[in-house]
C-alpha cells in the first residue's frame, strides 16, 4: 500500500488512477506528494518520501535540489497546462492594447444614471489602444508556452521575434517559420512592442527584467509576465510605469508591490486554471508517480534522470539513487558479486551530479546486502521494489 498526500486541490481525474493499492491523504506517512503551487520549502519531508508530482511547470515552490540529496525524485508535468496559459496571454496582450480593463471599470460607475448609452458614446474616447497586427511581440523563452504563444501571436499578424538559447530541438520542431529566430535577447528588447517572458525562475533568471533590460526596450512598451514574480525587479518596474517606459505590466503573479501600482493589470495566478489543464496535469502527474512508486520508472523527472525500466523481469528489484561519480557501478555490482548474487538486468542512468541504477536480480535480498549498498559513498537511497516477481 502507497500513500499519497495532496498539497493543493489536485483533480478527481487524476486521482481516480490510484487503485486501492493506494492511500488518498491517509494517516500514514506519504510515500508521495501531489503538489500544485503549495510552497514546499519548508516542508519537513518524512524519510518515507519518495517522490514529488507536481502537476504542472514551474518547479520553484520544491527545494529540488535537497531532494535530488535525499533521494527523492521531482516530476512536473510539462506542456499539460501550456495551451492554457498561451490562451491568457493572448488575452493579456489584448488586454495591455486596448484598454479593456479601464474602459469595463468605468462603465461600472455609469450603473444607476441615465443616458448610459450616451455617455458611452461619449466617453469611450477615453479608452482608445492600438491594434496588434503588424506589431512586434518579442517572446523571451520558446519552451511548451512560449512556442505556443509565437505561433499564436504570428497567426494573429503580429511580427514575433523569439529567444531561447537553450531551445530543445522539440520545441524548434514546432516554432512556426513565421516566427523570427532572435540572436539575443538584447536585439529582442529593442525592437519589440510587446515583451512576454516564458522561462523557468532559476538563479540565472531572476530579475531579468531589470532597470537595464527595461531601458534597452521601446519607450511605451507593454510587458507580460505569466512566468513568475521574481523574474521582474518590481523597483525598476514601478519606475518604468510610472514614467510611461512602459505603458502596462500584465503580470499573473501580483505581489504586495505590484498590486499598488499604476498601469499594472494584476491578474491572480490564472494561467493553467481551466478544467482541461487541472485534468491533463493532474493525470500527467498521477500516471509519473505511478509507474516510479510501481516500477521504478522515471519520466519528466527535473532532478533524476528519465530511466524507463519497464515491469520487472526478475524475482528481485533493487534502485539506487547516487552520485555521478566514477566507480560506483563497479562498486555495486561488487556487492552482489561478494553474496554471489546473479544480475539479471541493469540500468544507469545519470543528469548532472545524479544517477540512477536499477537492478533485477533473481536472489532475495536481505538486509546485510542493503547496508552494504547504502553504505557505498555517493549512494544516498536504495530501495526494494515489492511488487517484483514473475
Ligand atoms: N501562469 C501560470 O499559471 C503558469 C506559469 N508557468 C511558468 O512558465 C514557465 C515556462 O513554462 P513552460 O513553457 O511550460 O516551460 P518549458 O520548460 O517548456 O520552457 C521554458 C523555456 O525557457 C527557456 N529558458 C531558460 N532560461 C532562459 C533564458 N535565460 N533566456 C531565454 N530562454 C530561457 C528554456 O530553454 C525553455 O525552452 C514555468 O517555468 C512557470 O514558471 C507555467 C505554467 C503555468
Ligand atoms: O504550472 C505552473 O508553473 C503554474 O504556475 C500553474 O500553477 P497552478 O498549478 O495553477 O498553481
Redesign the pocket.
Known amino acids: 500500500m502507497f500513500t499519497i498526500k495532496t498539497l493543493n486541490k489536485i483533480d478527481e481525474r487524476g486521482l481516480a488512477l490510484f487503485d486501492r493499492r493506494y492511500e488518498i491523504n491517509g494517516e500514514g506517512e506519504e510515500d508521495a506528494i501531489l503538489v500544485r503551487s503549495a510552497k514546499m520549502h519548508d516542508y519537513v519531508m518524512p524519510k518515507s518520501l519518495l517522490a514529488i508530482g507536481r502537476a504542472?511547470?514551474?518547479v520553484n515552490n520544491i527545494p529540488v535540489d535537497q531532494c535530488a540529496e535525499k533521494g527523492v525524485v521531482v516530476f512536473n508535468t510539462?506542456?499539460a497546462?501550456?495551451n492554457a496559459?498561451k490562451e491568457l496571454v493572448i488575452a493579456g496582450i489584448l488586454l495591455s492594447s486596448r484598454n479593456i480593463v479601464g474602459g469595463i471599470q468605468w462603465a461600472q460607475t455609469l450603473k444607476g444614471q441615465e443616458d448610459v448609452a450616451k455617455q458611452v458614446e461619449s466617453g469611450k474616447g477615453a479608452f482608445t489602444g492600438p491594434e496588434i497586427e503588424g506589431k512586434v511581440l518579442g517572446v523571451?523563452?520558446?519552451?511548451?508556452?512560449?512556442v505556443l504563444v509565437a505561433n499564436a501571436a504570428a497567426s494573429l499578424g503580429m511580427e514575433v521575434y523569439g529567444?531561447?538559447?537553450?531551445?530543445?530541438v522539440d520545441?524548434a520542431w514546432g516554432l512556426s517559420r513565421a516566427v523570427h529566430k532572435a540572436p539575443s535577447?538584447e536585439e529582442v528588447l529593442a525592437k519589440a512592442d510587446y515583451v512576454t517572458v516564458?522561462?523557468?525562475?532559476m538563479e540565472?533568471?531572476r530579475k531579468?527584467i531589470n532597470k537595464e533590460s527595461l531601458g534597452s526596450m521601446k519607450d511605451g512598451v507593454r510587458i507580460l509576465n505569466?512566468?513568475?514574480d521574481a523574474l521582474v525587479d518590481d523597483e525598476a518596474m514601478e519606475e518604468a510605469t510610472a514614467s510611461g517606459k512602459v505603458s502596462y505590466y500584465v503580470t499573473?503573479f501580483p505581489n504586495e508591490k505590484t498590486i499598488g501600482m499604476q498601469n499594472v493589470i494584476a491578474i491572480p495566478?490564472l494561467?493553467?486554471s481551466t478544467p482541461e489543464s487541472e485534468v491533463n496535469c493532474a493525470i500527467m502527474a498521477a500516471q509519473e508517480l505511478k509507474n516510479y512508486l510501481e516500477h521504478g520508472s522515471i519520466k519528466n523527472s527535473v532532478n533524476y534522470p528519465d530511466c524507463e525500466a519497464g515491469p520487472c523481469c526478475s524475482n528481485h528489484r533493487v534502485t539506487l539513487h547516487h552520485r555521478n561519480v566514477p566507480n560506483m557501478v563497479s562498486q555495486i555490482a561488487s556487492v552482489f558479486a561478494k553474496h554471489n548474487i546473479n544480475i539479471e538486468d541493469m540500468i544507469n542512468k545519470s543528469r548532472k551530479d545524479w544517477a540512477y541504477t536499477v537492478l533485477d536480480v533473481e536472489n532475495d535480498l536481505n538486509e546485510e546486502i542493503v547496508g552494504e549498498l547504502e553504505a557505498i559513498e555517493g549512494v544516498v537511497r536504495v530501495r526494494l521494489i515489492e511488487e517484483c516477481g514473475r
Open positions: 504542472g511547470a514551474g510539462p506542456g497546462n501550456a496559459v523571451i523563452g520558446l519552451g511548451a508556452i512560449g529567444y531561447d538559447p537553450f531551445i530543445s520545441a535577447m516564458h522561462v523557468p525562475l540565472g533568471t531579468m505569466f512566468s513568475r499573473d495566478h494561467g493553467a
